[in-house]
């Protein structure tokens, strides 16, 4: 089992900036691909970007490319969101997913561990 504990989230004024983090522990060892969905309010969960095992590759949803950058430290096995120029719409709660192997990174069926979600609020 991998449990995963986020936090960061929080309200920010459009343009503004935050840093989401998200620990695993548990069965860590072979390595985690891992990503962050969110979830607006009345909508969908969407995905919004993951990382490779290594970190080698990060994959992004067109709404956030540019915008916001994810990495890993592995050493401590956490991996981060660093969201930039943020809109209201950004506004959702961001939820960290990871799965032991190497999958089609967008896809939420694809992950088998789920964070309990952190609130980001983009006020205009």
């Known amino acids: 089992q991998v449990q995963l504990v986020e936090a960061g989230g929080g309200l920010v004024q459009a343009g503004g900036a935050l840093r989401l983090s998200c620990a695993a522990s548990?069965?860590?060892?072979?390595?985690?691909?891992m990503a962050w969905f969110r979830q607006p309010p009345g909508k969908e969960r969407e995905f919004v970007a993951a990382?490779?095992?290594?970190?080698?590759?990060?994959y992004y949803a067109g709404s956030v490319r540019g915008r916001f950058t994810i990495s890993r430290d592995n050493a401590k096995n956490t991996v981060y969101l660093q969201m930039k120029s943020l809109k209201p719409e950004d506004t959702a709660v961001y939820y960290c997913a990871a799965v032991e192997r190497s999958v089609v990174p967008d896809q939420e069926q694809n992950y088998n561990y789920w964070g309990q979600g952190t609130q980001v609020t983009v006020s205009s």
């Open positions: 548990g069965r860590t060892s072979s390595g985690l691909t």
């Open positions: 990382i490779s095992r290594s970190g080698g590759s990060t």
